[in-house]
């Protein structure tokens, strides 16, 4: 299949502030030298925990957070060598369905004007064409044309996330990034828009780069996932070999406390890893793998050198000791 995005070595550095007027400037290195490829028509999903880094990757693979080296090829193009206006003019094919859809609508804007805001932006079709389209998306997403000149509050939460999808989807964009974007919401609308979702890539053709922290959203919706450990890749597949097969104990360990994946129904299930401790800072990574303080399989050749992504079962893992974990009995 033909890739859409292409990330490679992507790395974005904060400046931090100063300890003293004449001291050196500290930087914290929130995702380091990330590579990795969304093909056209699929779905990537990027987990961890917080601070992982997961966030800042998609943000910074859009242009929205600066990156401070690296590359990403879109549909053949440098979107870190772009222009501002020729950035502008790609984020047409490229969009963001944000996390929080009570705090990323205007409340004063009717949905409609929120909806047809990107055409205005950028000046799309005229001003029947607009209104044409925004009718069509109301449609698409399962909001009826009637609820156009209401205002956010008078929605639900779901409702308000599918008015999001909707203005997303008013370009016509081939890369939809969405951060969370069922978080905020109770879990029978969460199915619900995930199922929406799940259509509408199959009916667009669309490519998603999907952020979550949880694994049992992931797998309903994504067909490869990348897992993510203080700002770098550990582990990266299919849906099916990493979900069915983990080889990264960090992984395993994730698997193990999802709740929603039920173990019946995953033979990545595991018991449940004895991992203790906080993730290393970020401003002082380990010289070797960054997990090795808080691995059971840890040896000093994790202490010393720092593991890079290699074929093991079928997918990539960052691991000296890659294996499966002893599974769980019922």
Known sequence: MT???????LTVRFAMPKASIFGPRRYLEA????????????????VGESGSGKTTTAMAAIRLVPAANGKVIFDGQDLLEL??????????????????????LNPRARVADIVREPLDLMGIGTAAERRARVTELFRLVGLRPDQLSLFPHQFSG????RISIARALTTNPRLLVCDE??????????????????????????SYLFISHDLGVVRHVCDDVAVMYLGKIVEMGSRTALFDNPQHPYTQALLSAAPSLARRKSRGYVRPLKI????????NPPRGCAF????????DLCRATQPALET???????????????????
Request: charged letters at 25%.
């Open 3 to 9: 890739a859409l995005l292409d990330v490679q070595d």
């Open 31 to 46: 995702v380091r030298e990330v590579s990795f490829t969304l093909e056209q028509g699929r779905a990537l999903g990027i």
């Open 83 to 104: 222009s501002d206006e020729d950035m502008r003019q790609r984020r047409r094919d490229v969009q963001l369905i944000f996390q929080d859809p009570y705090s990323s």
């Open 158 to 161: 779901g409702q308000r996330q």
């Open 181 to 206: 974007p069922v978080s905020a919401l109770d879990v029978a609308i969460q199915a619900q828009i995930l199922n929406l979702l799940a259509r509408l890539k199959t009916e667009l053709g669309l």
């Open 276 to 283: 203790s401790g906080d993730p290393p800072s970020p401003l």
């Open 292 to 299: 090795v303080e808080r691995c059971p399989r840890a040896q």
């Open 312 to 330: 093991v079962a079928g997918h990539q893992v960052a691991c000296h000791f890659p294996g499966p974990a002893e599974p769980a009995h019922s």
